[in-house]
Structure formats: structure tokens, C-alpha cells
């Protein structure tokens, strides 16, 4: 399994860099939830501001 990984990484190594790029650029969406109380609030005020935006959006 470690020489198939091995040698997709040698065949395609731009696709690999592009997805380590990716996964940088996004970030860890569980970071939001490790947050304290106020974190949590503000996530869920910010969550619930964009889903009535967008649902007003759509009509």
C-alpha cells in the first residue's frame, strides 16, 4: 500500500501539491467549535444571519 501511495506521488506530483495547497487554504472547520462560549455564539449569530440572507435571496 506504502509503494502504490509512493507511486502515485511520483506519477502526479502537482496534483498532490494542489491538494496540500487546498486543504491550507480552507483551514480546519472544527477550530470554529473548539472556541470558547462567545466563539460558539458569535459562529451561530454569523450561520443564522447567512441562511436568512440566502433564503431571502432565493425568492
Do not use: H, Q, W
Not at 500500500?1 to 487546498?22: G, L, Q, S, T
Not at 458569535?42 to 441562511?51: C, R, S, Y
Amino acid at each position: 500500500m506504502a509503494r502504490d501511495k509512493k507511486e502515485k506521488r511520483e506519477r502526479n506530483p502537482m496534483i498532490i501539491f494542489a491538494d496540500a495547497v487546498n486543504r491550507s487554504m480552507v483551514g480546519d472547520p472544527n477550530a470554529l467549535g473548539n472556541g470558547g462560549c462567545l466563539t460558539k455564539i458569535i459562529t451561530l449569530v454569523i450561520l443564522v444571519i447567512g441562511l436568512l440572507i440566502l433564503s431571502r435571496c432565493s425568492y
